[in-house]
């Protein structure tokens, strides 16, 4: 049984466009996260939420908008497509608390052209 | 000062070897730490927690050193398979789960 799942695994799309990416966990945890990781190999947080309200709102551009239908899923939307946005997208979820471990999904590879 | 620090390597180590990895972090505040482990074009996945007395996990030991501000992983005995990218974690407060990644340190084991 998959824990957390993210679809599409893969999204190539052009400049301008408009693309949501799913995720949904299977875990029972209250909390979900979104991360971005570049062509560095950077790993950075962008938006989380506990039970359906946003916590951590990261430095994104505006085009980004995080949606949490349930605790289950947390879904982003990404308006107005740019190249600088071709990266691996993870969805993560957790129990709420600092020491809990976080289980990622598989990763979404958005490629922009 | 980068909040989270490594050495991104790459270490290039034959099997049986051992193998240490360091991390600091800028956070005095930090509470949580962790190693992560991510595969070539995979998730990241927990490696280990990092506890303030140190702990073990087979041939994985972490240590974490507050006043320095500084994490440690070492591995023993290195296998073909522990190839990987291992990712220092440290939470910086502020909001729950808010957790740093550093940038990775690459460990290669050769035959």
């Known amino acids: 049984d998959t824990a957390v799942s993210q679809t599409p695994k893969y999204l190539v799309t052009q400049m301008g466009n408009d693309k949501s990416i799913k995720c949904e966990q299977n875990?029972?945890?209250?909390?979900m996260y979104w991360y971005k990781q570049d062509s560095k190999k950077f790993l950075k947080i962008m938006f989380s939420?506990?039970?359906?309200?946003?916590?951590i709102n990261e430095t994104v551009p505006n085009r980004f908008s995080p949606k949490s239908p349930d605790k289950a899923h947390l879904n982003l939307h990404i308006n107005s497509l740019e190249l600088g946005d071709s990266a691996v997208y993870f969805c993560?979820?957790?129990?709420?608390?600092?020491?809990?471990?976080?289980?990622f999904g598989p990763g979404t590879r958005l490629t922009v052209t | 000062r980068k909040e989270v620090e490594q050495d991104p390597g790459p270490f290039n180590v034959p099997e049986g070897a051992t193998v240490a990895f360091n991390c600091t972090y800028s956070?005095?505040?930090?509470?949580?730490f962790f190693w992560y482990r991510q595969d070539c074009r995979k998730e990241p996945k927990l490696l280990m927690s990092?506890?303030?007395s140190g702990n073990e996990d087979g041939r994985f030991t972490a240590q974490l050193n507050r006043a320095s501000q500084y994490i440690s992983l070492l591995i023993r005995d290195s296998k073909l398979s522990d190839s990987a990218t291992y990712l220092c974690?440290?939470?910086?407060?502020?909001?729950?789960?808010?957790?740093?990644f550093g940038k990775g340190t690459k460990l290669s084991v050769k035959p």
């Open positions: 993560a979820s957790s129990p709420w608390g600092d020491q809990y471990e976080q289980y």
């Open positions: 875990l029972g945890h209250d909390t």
């Open positions: 939420y506990n039970n359906k309200e946003l916590i």
């Open positions: 956070n005095s505040a930090s509470q949580s």
């Open positions: 990092v506890y303030s």
């Open positions: 974690v440290v939470n910086m407060g502020g909001s729950q789960g808010n957790l740093i």
